[in-house]
């Protein structure tokens, strides 16, 4: 049972477009949201994360969003550029693990063609 | 300061041999995690170390995986024997362990196994 959920597996977006990737999770018990981004024949990198006393929050060109009502979070790359090119993994912990044991979606392959 | 570091990058090994990976978290981590990730899909958490101790190993196959933390630092994973579905990237991650910091991972050892 997929408890995170990433339902596109490819993005394509225009250079300095907005690009908007999507995660849906099934465990209420979550309560802590990640972002990771991964180049090809590396490791994930940590992108960006929000705690579910929070509905929004921004790192420069990256706002994540969480909606808990409907389970849902979505990650904003605005501008999006060419270097942004690479895979996204949302990534959930519920509240009772102290030790970030995360549970990640599937992944979405976001291009920006320049 | 030095990241999380993995070897080899690669192994390539026949079914039913056997295959151990090293890694080496980032210094002062407390918290180091191996992870799996098949092609096309997200990591999964095969098991978890605090110090020298484990936290939480239950989605590790105990049959033919098994993992160790010596002195609280390096670990090694290993696999025997090794079966088709193992082909897969194993990931080691680490964090300090205080409160939602996030995790630092290796580039991964790619396995395939024929």
């Known amino acids: 049972d997929q408890q995170v959920k990433q339902n596109s597996p490819s993005l394509s977006v225009q250079e300095g477009r907005i690009s908007i990737l999507n995660c849906d999770y099934t465990n209420s018990m979550f309560d802590y949201f990640l972002w990771y981004k991964k180049y090809p024949a590396e490791g994930p990198t940590f992108l960006i994360s929000?705690?579910?006393?929070?509905d929004k929050n921004e790192d420069g060109r990256f706002t994540v969003f969480l909606n808990k009502s409907a389970k849902h979070l979505s990650l904003h790359i605005v501008p999006s550029q060419p270097g942004d090119s690479a895979v996204y993994f949302c990534?959930?912990?519920?509240?009772?693990?102290?030790?970030?044991?995360?549970?990640f979606g599937g992944g979405t392959r976001l291009m920006v063609k320049p | 300061e030095a990241g999380v570091a993995q070897s080899p990058r690669y192994k390539i090994i026949e079914k039913r041999q056997s295959v151990a990976f090293w890694c080496n978290p980032i210094s002062g981590h407390a918290t180091l995690y191996w992870y799996q990730q098949i092609l096309g899909q997200g990591p999964k958490l095969l098991i978890q170390?605090?110090?020298?101790?484990?936290?939480?190993d239950s989605q590790l196959p105990k049959d033919r995986f098994s993992a160790e933390r010596l002195k609280g630092v390096d670990s090694t994973l290993k696999i025997q024997p090794a079966k088709l579905e193992d082909s897969a990237v194993y990931l080691c991650?680490?964090?300090?362990?205080?409160?939602?910091?996030?995790?630092?991972f290796g580039n991964g050892t790619r396995l395939t196994v024929t």
């Open positions: 170390f605090q110090n020298n101790g484990v936290v939480d």
């Open positions: 929000i705690s579910s006393i929070k």
């Open positions: 991650a680490s964090s300090s362990g205080q409160g939602r910091s996030p995790l630092h």
């Open positions: 990534a959930a912990t519920p509240s009772y693990n102290a030790g970030n044991m995360l549970t």
